[in-house]
């Protein structure tokens, strides 16, 4: 048996609420299923489970736990321990040990010199037991109205009414949460992880001011004939370069942990995106080096719409190996970000702009976009971030390589 745990959607995140499960006792399970949905302050997310094998054991509806906390137990069909085929760098899993604490809360420690003792197990009936297996309760903890204590089939059917009579609103309340988040809430959170960033990690900037003509005249062409669904915008090919330069400069594509570089499994880009009422999340776009322009623009948008309207992943808010902020047209000009741990880099594109500009000893009128890099001075130095940025800068200039 392995523990299904709360997994740190971010590096802001203290506790979340199960609001829903979207599984019951005894289903099977395997990678990559959405399992629950965890309300934390980023609003309502759909949890992935990275564990294969049969849930049981569920935290009732409703429970707000830590991070790290125990959800839900996972057993292989046939009773051998479920295997976790992913370990999240959010959060380790870990395997249940032999009477380990009632989910969603801790088990007081007996004191030195002390014998724990044992409860005695409870009266049931076969048939109630086998009700209560079934619809995910506790045979052994529940009052019994039999002979001498004993748990029968009424008792549980009656426990059963009442869990799915406190399980119902939560469950409809969690429809209502899709989209929704606490702003202030967020802005205390989203302060006291950048205000972690710039106390713990000696951060570095550099710039640059790259010609976006050739991209510009590049992204006319390929809409020029497609309708506007189809239509590509300049963040497409911002998010490709800075995903092509990451694979050539891998250094800055990874994580922090203790003061040591772990290198990302694969370039995650995370995409900050703005939520309506003043939010704001970086999900992932898993794989941004080997898909298309056009297969980022649909991953874009529809990541962009999910995250304003519920519905996000776990793995998209704990996978991200780096982050890309666009300001877009109606942005600034530059901006210099803050990493967000464990990540060591924060890339950042100004809005593009028309400005005079010598090309071959001539003044003339091309369009510039700001480029700028924020680093973790532990992990890298300012001659690998001016590769990195001369890297995006030659990619930008060569759209048809994208």
């Known amino acids: ?21 979207l599984v019951e006792p005894g289903a099977r399970v395997k990678p990559g299923d959405v399992v629950a949905v965890v309300e934390t302050h980023k609003g309502a997310i759909d949890v992935e489970c990275f564990l294969d094998g049969v849930i049981g054991d569920l935290v009732p509806v409703g429970e707000r736990l830590p991070v790290g906390a125990v959800l839900a137990r996972v057993m292989e ?58 619809i995910g309760l506790d045979p052994d903890a529940l009052s019994g109205t039999g002979v001498d204590g004993a748990v029968v089939l009424g008792d549980v059917e009656r426990a059963g009414r009442r869990t799915r009579s406190v399980a119902a ?28 960033s710039k106390r713990e990690i000696p951060h570095y900037y550099l710039s640059s001011t790259v010609d976006f003509d050739a991209a510009q005249a590049w992204l006319q062409a390929w ?40 290198p990302g499994v694969g370039i995650h880009v995370g995409w900050a995106t703005a939520l309506r009422g003043g939010g704001l999340v970086a999900p992932a776009i898993h794989g941004a080096d080997g898909r298309s322009p056009a297969e980022l623009m649909e991953a874009m948008r529809d990541l962009v719409q999910r995250a304003r309207a519920g519905g996000l992943r776990s793995s998209e808010l704990t996978d991200p190996t ?52 924020a680093a973790d001075h532990r992990t890298s130095d300012g001659h690998l971030g001016g590769q990195l940025l001369a890297a995006i800068q030659q990619h930008l200039q060569s759209p048809e390589t994208l």
């Open 77 to 134: 069909t046939g009773g051998k321990p479920a295997v976790s085929v992913k370990a999240s760098k959010s959060a380790v899993s870990a395997v249940a040990q032999p009477a380990s604490p009632p989910l969603g809360r801790e088990a007081a420690a007996p004191r030195t010199g002390q014998s724990t003792p044992v409860n005695p197990r409870r009266k049931v009936s076969p048939a109630a037991r086998q009700r209560a297996l079934q």
């Open 1 to 21: 048996m392995a523990d299904f745990l709360m997994p740190a959607l971010g590096a802001d995140m203290e506790t979340g609420t199960v609001v829903q499960w």
């Open 322 to 373: 780096v982050t890309v902020t666009s300001l877009g047209d109606r942005g600034a000009e530059s901006v210099l970000g803050v990493i967000y741990p464990p990540q060591v880099a924060i890339i950042g594109f100004g809005r593009v702009v028309e400005r005079p500009w010598v090309v071959d000893g001539q003044i003339v009128a091309r369009r510039l976009v700001n480029l700028s890099l």
């Open 169 to 196: 609103p939560a469950a409809a309340a969690s429809a209502a949460h899709r989209g929704s988040f606490d702003p202030v809430q967020m802005r205390q959170a989203i302060a006291s992880a950048m205000a972690r």
């Open 223 to 262: 809409n020029r004939d497609r309708d506007p669904v189809h239509r590509l915008l300049p963040a497409v090919l911002l998010l490709k370069a800075t995903a092509l330069a990451l694979r050539e400069v891998p250094q800055f594509n990874g994580f922090c942990e203790g003061g040591v570089f772990r």
